[in-house]
């Protein structure tokens, strides 16, 4: 297999703020990683594609400039979310895709804005 | 646009076999996948099976695909109480702008009595 990490694995913030999640590929190199949403007993949505070296892909109806994805480097990919509101709270999980066909998971980021 | 449905829930007795059931819409699609995903967690690649297979075993697991159907099922032998989770199919395909993006399935949840 191969392993993904994210930090934090939680976060309070408070309404307004900004707050990053990144995400790692620790023992292989990722030019592509993918940034989900979930919400509670509900399925992920794909909210934007990174490309290393090149501007992320977003879903349709994701606001990029609430959230902005940089993917840095071959190993991080990082997600803001700008000026948050309560709203955005949710379970905010990356994938780092390994080969054609093989995308492995992070352990996720519980996002709670007060 | 691409669909995958999945029954919500299975409950199994302890040691028996556990089939969940997957249905996709989408001819094309190439690979196809089953992940597993405990509370709190993030997502476990379990297997894959390609779309040109019609069956795959690893251990446990079983998949079987009928691609004339677009039908996935996954066979868990000797079903085990650490078993119990949210499975999700998931489907994507090798082409084009689509190239990695997984469309995933609600999610079944796989409840084991001891």
């Known amino acids: 297999g191969a392993v993904v990490s994210q930090h934090p694995s939680r976060v309070i913030c408070k309404s307004g703020t900004s707050v990053k999640i990144e995400c790692r590929s620790l023992?292989?190199?990722?030019?592509?990683m993918f940034w989900y949403r979930q919400f509670p007993k509900q399925s992920l949505m794909l909210m934007a594609t990174s490309n290393e070296g090149s501007k992320a892909t977003y879903e349709q109806g994701v606001e990029k400039d609430k959230f902005l994805i940089n993917h840095a480097s071959l190993t991080l990919s990082t997600l803001t979310v700008t000026s948050a509101h309560p709203e955005d709270s949710s379970f905010y999980i990356c994938?780092?895709?390994?080969?054609?066909?093989?995308?492995?998971f992070g352990p996720g980021t519980r996002l709670t804005v007060t | 646009g691409e669909d995958v449905e999945q029954s919500l829930f299975l409950s199994v007795r302890e040691g028996d076999s556990s089939v969940i059931n997957c249905t996709y819409t989408d001819s094309s699609s190439t690979y196809l996948y089953w992940y597993k995903q405990e509370p709190g967690a993030g997502l476990q690649l379990l297997t894959y099976i390609f779309s040109n297979m019609d069956m795959k075993q690893d251990q446990r697991l079983t998949v079987l695909l009928n691609k004339k159907d677009k039908h996935l099922s996954l066979r868990i032998a000797d079903t085990q109480t650490g078993d119990s989770a949210i499975y999700f199919c998931?489907?994507?395909?090798?082409?084009?702008?689509?190239?990695?993006?997984?469309?995933f399935g609600q999610g079944t949840i796989l409840t084991v009595h001891p």
């Open positions: 023992d292989f190199q990722a030019t592509t």
């Open positions: 998931a489907e994507s395909n090798a082409g084009g702008t689509s190239y990695g993006k997984l469309t």
């Open positions: 994938s780092a895709r390994k080969g054609p066909y093989e995308q492995y």
